[in-house]
């Protein structure tokens, strides 16, 4: 299927590798030329190459904090007039509700609600005037199936997906769509370090853990950062014009419920 959006400019952050990295390959296969986003520079510039001659799409690269106000902006500069914007960043760590206090739950409203809620409030406005554009907010399937020991993300991804529900029908009418994407567990490097965890706390190997983990899901294995990029490159595409505010959810079956 044709995209129809070769030739388009996009912002993926946190995209050096994982999740926010199959995005980027995704939409550089439908021909976008992208900015990506990441802290370690060496690995962004590695990925960003093989992006280059993989797919023949421009590729700028900004390392630095998304989550922090100075990351921000050498970001928002970066990418003014993109005409799609994916928001991402590491997720808050696991814990106990008993745990955390107050600077633990700003940290995690900073990286995933608030930098998703600024990097919008810097790019959208541009798009409405210019009567396109696509955001997509990775998220978690935590929004729909909270996770206990994920607290911290469950709190700052609820926040967020209340103020894309409302703000999404605030521009839709200039051609501007927002929606996000609920990764359930998919194998990256963040579902190694959950599975470390597990193994830490119950005493069995990181692959029992995993295998553990697997028998809970229908598809009976993790899902990949190809197939989560693909479904986001859909979302980004022409032909999701009339999908606004969503909550895409992407578990392998995981999650039992309708909505
Ligand atoms: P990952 O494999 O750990 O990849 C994280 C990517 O983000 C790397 O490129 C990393 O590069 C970059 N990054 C992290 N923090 C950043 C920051 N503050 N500023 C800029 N770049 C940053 O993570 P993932 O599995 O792709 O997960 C992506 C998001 O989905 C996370 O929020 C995670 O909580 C959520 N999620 C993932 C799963 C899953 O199973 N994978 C399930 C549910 C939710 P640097 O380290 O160099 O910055």
């Known amino acids: 299927m044709d995209l129809g959006i070769r030739g388009k400019r996009a912002l993926v952050c946190a995209s050096s590798k994982g999740l926010g990295r199959g995005c980027a390959e995704a939409l550089a296969e439908a021909g976008v030329d992208l900015v990506m986003n990441a802290r370690g520079a060496e690995a962004l510039e590695q990925t960003a190459q ?17 989550t922090t106000p100075e990351g921000q902006s050498k970001v928002i ?31 995690a409203l900073d990286a995933n609600m608030l930098t998703p809620i600024a990097l919008m409030k810097a790019l959208v406005p541009g798009m409405m005037e210019r009567g396109w554009g696509r955001v997509v907010n990775i998220t978690s399937q935590s929004v729909k199936t909270p996770i206990a020991v994920l607290g911290l993300s ?52 990181v692959e029992d853990a995993r295998r553990k983990r697997e028998a809970t899901i229908p598809v009976r294995r993790y899902g990949t950062a190809a197939e989560f990029g693909a479904t986001c490159a859909f979302m980004c595409s022409q032909h999701a014009g009339f999908m606004v505010g969503q909550n895409v959810l ?3 079956g995981a999650g039992n419920q309708t909505m």
């Open 50 to 66: 093989e992006i280059r001659d993989r797919f023949g799409v421009e590729v700028t690269t900004v390392a630095c904090d998304v």
């Open 77 to 107: 500069e970066a990418a003014q007039g993109v005409d799609i914007l994916v928001t991402n960043a590491g997720g808050p760590p696991p814990g106990m509700w008993t745990d955390w206090d107050r600077e633990d739950f700003i940290r």
């Open 154 to 205: 469950n709190s700052a991804r609820a926040g967020l997906t209340g103020f894309v529900a409302g703000t999404s029908r605030q521009v839709a009418h200039a051609g501007v769509t927002i929606n996000n994407l609920l990764p359930g567990i998919h194998d990256t490097d963040r579902a190694a370090s959950l599975d470390g965890g597990v193994s830490q706390k119950e005493g069995i190997s």
């Open 250 to 252: 992407l578990d392998g």
